[in-house]
């Protein structure tokens, strides 16, 4: 069966028993009931203005005072022009507004889903008997008047009563089953039904309408009367009429011993922790008695039980016992919130609570934190306690541990950088895990990089900076203050020849030579000592870079290359006296013989005259490496070079195999980017150098006459032949000459 839900009042019935209550509408005029399948919930129907899917409406055939504050409301639905079924899902009822109209009074949900109405079949007619009772805040100002079309009302009962007794007057059938209509109407001299009693005589009238004696007397109309025939159609009719009028009467008795209303609970009770009584609506002692659940203590439902006194009927029809729920509301408690804001130790901490009882409540969540951060922890009301907002459900509260105060440490506060040390490093140590960043005051003096907790500081011009360190926050500990190095920077000039050697080095080193110098840059060195035969005397003549860390995955890596020698801005080649002459006495000879035999590593020009088998801190007498100026033979790098050190003519790759010179020269290659008599194999371990692939002159002068062009010698053996070594000719072009002859030298080296 169906199972409805307390009627809920909207916000626009509230609004219209507000305005009656003010006195800005006189009464409530409940109009109408509408049926709609929509799907609702309970708590929704307060806030409704209308009802979707509305399937049948319905006019109110009777409103009845309950008591002071409530209205019962009947209606009837009836299948009769429905073409679709549909479940009954929720009733609305509709009264006026003086200033809306008609509006959404009232509404309720169907609970058991069972209340379904079937489309008419032309056969069966199904309906539905509704009863709403709905507060309106003073009955005595509800409207009462209905549509008389809509239900017989208990005069319309009266009247047909009335009307049945006239006809039983009429026709004699009175309380006394005879008589009154017929005694009175035969006397009549008119006569009835063809009948009359005239001048103690009984006369019939005739077809020709004439009145004759039928005999008989009195017992004839007696006879007449008693005649179950006589008069059947109209005995008929009154029989009927009297059995509903008979009905009518019973449902009347009925109604006056009717309790029409189940009591419902009045107001609302909430937890004290003491006991509580609920008090009730439409709870007539004089008809009911109450017994069951009819006080509590705890919050929840109880269930108090009605009784029909003696001669009452519920109004379904039963008589049985009405359980009726009645609930005591849980007390509210606010939600704790935390107290205090501890900081990070590194140890595990609670927070404390305000508000926090007990008695009233759970504890539950994440109660305890190591790291500072936010943690979520849980509240459960008690059984007999609710939330301000009237859940039970968990409440989740969050609360925090605070960071620690930050700290920041600098190993150093200050440092100073050169060529020979470009870049240095800064260690900073903090409390915690905060990034770590550092900014210099002047970055084209010092840049700097940060990782992880070293902060790498880089020289770029001569000058003074300052480096900032900060520490942002970290997981558990704030950004402490700033901290600071100063920093030095002193770097080598522009200007090569203003750097000595030992400068010229750090920056080799620091593999920044080439962010101060340029190619062909020279600066000058100042020869003394005999070499082989020949003496230098104070002769100055300046070295010029060919090259940056060239060839340097072979060759080595942070190295710059330099040639000897110019003079006043013109090449020159180092000349003995002998020059171009032949011969096996001391001179500037590739060999004393006139052999290439052992190639560039066992020539005479490599060992003796250049001074390779010795060291700069130790050089062979009479060699060009003793004659360098100390401070540059101090700082000079040694080179690995690739060569054909077999020579003999052996033109196989095998032959080409590697020395380790301080001073060399250069191969063939090295001077024209391409071979005619080295070794083919020579140039995949060689490259020429950027001097000479810039265009720049091979020509050389003798730097006794630089007005007299020579031939320079390179140190590749000739594969052509087995007794000359390719050289650079007067005129800058590639050429060969015997072992023996004394020639222009170029010697190169590195820094």
Avoid at 78 to 102: C, F, I, Q, R
Avoid at 296 to 304: K, L, V
Avoid at 576 to 592: E, I, L, T, V, W
Wanted: with cysteine; aromatic share 8%.
């Amino acid at each position: 069966m169906a199972e409805f839900s307390k009627l809920v009042v909207t916000r626009k019935g509230q609004a219209l028993i507000a305005k009656m209550l003010a006195g800005t509408a006189t009464d409530i005029d409940f109009t109408k009931v509408a049926a709609s399948d929509a799907e609702y919930q309970v708590e929704e129907l307060e806030g409704l203005d209308s009802l979707n899917g509305i399937m049948q409406e319905a006019e109110v055939s009777r409103k009845t005072r309950t008591n002071e504050v409530a209205v019962k409301v009947e209606t009837a639905f009836s299948n009769m022009k429905l073409t679709v079924g549909y479940h009954m899902k929720v009733l609305g009822l509709y009264a006026l507004d003086p200033d809306d109209g008609e509006i959404l009074y009232a509404a309720c949900v169907e609970l058991s889903g069972n209340c379904y109405m079937p489309p008419y079949n032309g056969i069966t007619v199904s309906g539905a008997y509704i009863q709403l009772v709905t507060t309106v805040g003073n009955a005595d100002n509800v409207s009462l008047e209905v549509n008389p079309a809509a239900i017989a009302t208990i005069g319309d009962i009266q009247y047909l009563q009335e009307q049945i007794s006239e006809i039983q007057v009429f026709i004699g059938m009175d309380e006394g089953g005879a008589g009154g209509h017929i005694s009175a109407s035969v006397s009549d001299p008119a006569g009835v039904h063809g009948l009359r009693f005239n001048h103690n005589e009984l006369q019939v009238k005739d077809a020709e309408g004439n009145w004759k004696s039928a005999g008989g007397g009195a017992s004839a109309v007696s006879a007449h009367n008693e005649d179950e025939e006589a008069h059947a159609d109209i005995r008929q009719a009154v029989k009927n009429a009297q059995d509903a009028a008979d009905k009518a009467a019973e449902a009347i008795s009925k109604i006056a011993y009717t309790v029409d209303v189940v009591p419902t609970q009045n107001g609302t009770l909430t937890y004290t922790g003491g006991v509580l009584t609920p008090s009730w609506n439409s709870f007539n002692p004089s008809t009911l008695e109450i017994s069951g659940q009819t006080s509590g203590t705890d919050a929840g439902t109880y269930n108090a039980i009605f009784t029909l006194k003696e001669g009452y009927t519920w109004a379904d029809g039963t008589k049985t016992p009405k359980t009726v729920p009645w609930t005591i509301g849980r007390a509210t408690v606010a939600v704790p919130t935390q107290n205090g804001n501890p900081a990070y130790t590194g140890q595990a901490q609670s927070p404390t609570w305000s508000g926090y009882d007990t008695a009233k409540m759970t504890i539950g969540g994440t109660t305890t934190g190591t790291n500072a951060g936010t943690y979520p922890a849980t509240f459960i009301p008690g059984a007999n306690y609710q939330w301000p907002d009237g859940s039970t459900t968990a409440k989740t509260v969050n609360w925090t541990i605070s960071k620690a105060a930050g700290s920041l440490t600098l190993n150093k506060t200050s440092m100073t950088l050169s060529a020979a040390a470009l870049s240095g490093t800064i260690t900073a140590t903090r409390a915690g895990n905060g990034a770590i960043s550092a900014v210099s005051s002047a970055p084209s003096v010092a840049s700097v990089s940060v990782s992880d907790n070293i902060i790498t500081v880089t020289g770029k011009a001569a000058g003074s900076a300052t480096i900032t360190v900060s520490v942002g926050e970290g997981s558990n500990h704030a950004a402490p203050a700033n901290k600071t190095c100063s920093v030095t920077v002193t770097l080598p000039t522009k200007t090569l020849n203003g750097n000595s050697w030992a400068t010229v080095k750090e920056a080799s080193d620091a593999g920044t030579g080439a962010n101060y110098w340029a190619v062909g840059d020279t600066k000058a060195i100042t020869l003394n000592g005999a070499v082989q035969g020949f003496t230098f005397s104070n002769v100055t003549v300046n070295a010029f870079i060919i090259g940056f860390n060239h060839n340097a995955t072979r060759e080595g890596g942070n190295r710059i290359h330099f040639l000897i020698g110019k003079i006043s801005g013109k090449d020159v080649a180092l000349c003995d006296s002998k020059y171009h002459n032949s011969g096996s006495d001391a001179g500037f000879r590739m060999n004393q013989s006139n052999s290439n035999a052992g190639g560039w590593n066992g020539s005479y020009m490599r060992k003796t005259v250049l001074g390779n088998s010795g060291s700069p801190a130790n050089p062979p007498a009479n060699s060009l490496m003793a004659a360098l100026p100390a401070d540059l033979r101090n700082n000079l790098k040694t080179t690995t070079k690739y060569t054909d050190n077999t020579g003999n003519a052996q033109n196989n790759a095998s032959s080409v195999t590697a020395t380790t010179d301080y001073l060399f020269l250069l191969a063939e290659f090295e001077v024209f980017g391409s071979r005619s008599y080295a070794n083919s194999a020579e140039q995949n371990y060689q490259k020429q150098y950027d001097y000479f692939k810039a265009g720049n002159s091979r020509i050389a002068y003798n730097h006794t006459n630089t007005g007299s062009a020579v031939w320079w010698w390179c140190r590749s053996p000739s594969y052509t032949d087995t007794n000359s070594f390719p050289c650079v000719w007067t005129d800058g072009t590639g050429s060969g000459s015997s072992a023996y002859y004394s020639a222009g030298v170029r010697p190169g080296f590195s820094v």
